[in-house]
């Protein structure tokens, strides 16, 4: 385990924002499913992106890594995809990363092949209720006990219509948007509630067609999915990363002046919102011609919905408790069940350093002050929440210790090292497990 202690301090600088992990994953899959040979450009391997490298290269895609930022851990893939899959290995171990497992699903029951999935940490629990539903329907077979990874598939989907709730994660739409093109006939994929995080199916979209596969949306109720299709080979060169980069624009509002750099401002992330948060909150935020300058301001609380944007909550929250009223955060259901319970660990975390904060089943409000205390907290082993943590420290009092700040590597493994080149102040030390 990895405490780091912080002792606050101002960040400024520049800070090269990470490729974006959404973005990594489906042009991965993408690149894997196609038959020829494809290009995908900087590419962070943070723990979840290698856990979707070897799931591929379970399906038989062959990856070459070029490095091209070896300290940052950024490399170029050279992808030879698997056409139609080659099943390489029948147990895919998709670490912690939701996004993997919920993309790879769908298509591991289309090999009527016997196959087992699982994860480690919270992955292990975290919900596929959607998807045993739709193997209830379709005739999969398919075994877990309790309800947890292990989860063994075999079975063949068959082409037809399907529904799903728009409530629980989009990343099971995601999954099937792979996998039904696959299939010889056409297929329909109809939503029965208003759909949330529905920029990431924006994202799945926008990736598929580079990769040469339709898909017809209607209003987000119904995806017309025509059968028979196949993926062709692209090159894609991943943009910057607007979930990660909320971080540090929240650290140049609450301390110096930082430039977060590498953002494509027509991105279709819908965590690209951060700005108009910073924005409505009263934060000075300048676009420039890299990405963004934010400097220090004083904020004021706000409502924010957290439905299509719930990745953002963990760092909203921190801006949230140091800015002048009160903020509520609504529809936030889902956030308990991501790597840890969010609403659960940021409610804890940020009243241990000091904030007025309160939790209710489906949102947060929080009371902001001026300044926080500090103290002791844990990540919950959630990447989100460390950083969150490691952000509230520049407006505390005292010092902030964070356990299990490993946890970054899901998505960031260089969060540590960025925070001191912005000037944070740490002290890291490493404990047996
Ligand atoms: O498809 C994706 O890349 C993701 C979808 C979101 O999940 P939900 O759809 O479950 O909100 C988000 O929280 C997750 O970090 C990444
Ligand atoms: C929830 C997240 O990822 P995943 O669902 O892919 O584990 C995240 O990155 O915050």
């Known amino acids: 385990m990895k405490i780091v202690e912080i002792t606050p301090s101002t960040l400024r600088g520049t800070v090269n924002i990470p490729p974006s992990k959404s973005m990594s994953h489906r042009s991965i899959f993408c690149a894997a499913l196609s038959g020829g040979i494809s290009n995908i450009k900087n590419v962070l391997l943070s723990e979840d992106i290698k856990a979707t490298c070897e799931a591929m290269e379970s399906l038989g895609a062959k990856i070459k890594y070029k490095a091209v930022d070896e300290k940052k851990e950024i490399y170029n893939l050279r992808i030879q995809g698997a056409g139609r899959m080659k099943l390489k290995n029948d147990k895919i171990d998709c670490g912690e990363s939701g996004s993997t497992i919920r993309f790879i699903i769908p298509l591991l029951a289309l090999l009527d092949e016997t196959v087992t999935v699982t994860g480690r940490g919270r992955l292990i629990s975290r919900p596929l209720d959607a998807y045993y539903d739709i193997f209830d329907q379709k005739k999969v077979y398919y075994t877990n006990k309790y309800g947890e990874l292990p989860l063994t598939i075999k079975g063949s989907l068959s082409s037809g219509e399907y529904s799903m709730d728009g409530d629980v994660s989009s990343q099971f739409i995601t999954g099937l948007l792979f996998a039904l093109p696959l299939l010889k006939g056409d297929s329909k994929l109809v939503i029965t509630t208003e759909l949330e995080s529905k920029p990431y199916v924006d994202m799945t979209i926008e990736m598929l067609n580079r990769f040469g596969i339709d898909i017809i949306n209607k209003d987000y109720r119904e995806f017309i999915i025509k059968g ?20 540090w624009l929240t650290a140049g509002i609450l301390g110096g002046e930082i430039y977060s750099n590498d953002l494509k401002f027509s991105s279709l992330q819908g965590d690209k919102v951060i700005v108009d948060i910073i924005k409505k909150m009263g934060g000075n935020i300048e676009k420039l011609i890299l ?5 220090r301001s004083d904020t004021n609380g706000t409502t924010v919905d957290a439905s299509q944007c719930p990745d953002l909550v963990p760092i909203v929250s921190v801006l949230a408790a140091l800015s002048s009223g009160m903020t509520e955060v609504v529809n936030a259901k889902r956030l308990r069940i991501k790597e840890s319970d969010r609403l659960d660990a940021i409610t804890q975390v940020l009243s241990t350093l ?18 926080l205390k500090g103290g002791e907290v844990d990540s919950f082993n959630d990447h ?3 950083m969150a943590a490691a952000v509230a420290s520049i407006k505390c009092e005292e010092k902030v210790v964070i356990r299990n700040a490993q946890s970054v590597n899901k ?5 540590w090292e960025d925070f001191v ?5 740490i002290n890291e030390l490493e404990l047996g497990e």
């Open 228 to 247: 028979s299709q196949e993926y062709t080979s692209a090159d894609y060169s991943v943009e910057g990363d607007f979930s990660q980069a909320a971080f």
């Open 291 to 295: 990405g963004y300058k934010t400097s």
């Open 354 to 371: 000091g904030a007025d904060i309160a939790q209710y089943t489906d949102g947060l409000v929080i009371k902001g002050r001026g300044k």
């Open 384 to 386: 989100r929440i460390a």
């Open 411 to 415: 998505s960031y493994p260089k969060f």
């Open 421 to 425: 080149s912005l000037g944070g102040v």
